[in-house]
């Protein structure tokens, strides 16, 4: 499985790509905000976004919508340490399947991760 996981805070991208990286069926690419996660998507594409809410230049949200409308297909989980009922609405309005607290992504992110999808993979529209 290819994962994009992105975020604007260092620290959190390290821990999580070690985290993640030590799945041996996990591919993971990074992205430090919502511009060089729709180039690394349209360049090499992936299987499953997980999206920071806060970032610089385009939020969470507004990358998530454009991800989902450059490839449907592509899961989309919300990482952020905002768990409450309005940014989980927010992260559904805008295309995610779900939203995971960054405080609780090490016990939560691989249950999530293992769910099937909740939208059937659609093909990737051709450039």
């Known amino acids: 499985m290819k994962v994009l996981l992105v ?26 905000d919502g511009h060089e996660a729709l180039e690394h998507l349209e360049q090499h594409g992936t299987d499953l976004v ?10 969470g949200l507004e990358a998530t919508r454009r991800i989902k409308a450059l490839d449907p297909g ?3 989980i919300v990482v952020s340490l905002h768990d409450a009922p309005e940014f ?11 939203l995971v607290a960054k405080q609780d992504f090490a016990e ?3 249950q999530v991760i293992a769910q099937p999808a909740l ?9």
């Open 88 to 98: 989980r609405a927010a992260a559904m309005h805008a295309g995610a399947e779900n």
């Open 119 to 127: 939208r059937a993979r659609a093909p990737r529209a051709a450039n």
């Open 7 to 32: 975020d604007d805070n260092a620290q959190f991208l390290s821990s999580a790509k070690r985290f993640l990286s030590s799945m041996e069926t996990v591919a993971v690419a990074i992205a430090r």
């Open 74 to 76: 592509v899961r989309v």
């Open 50 to 59: 997980l999206m920071d809410l806060n970032m610089p230049g385009m939020s």
């Open 108 to 110: 939560k992110i691989m």
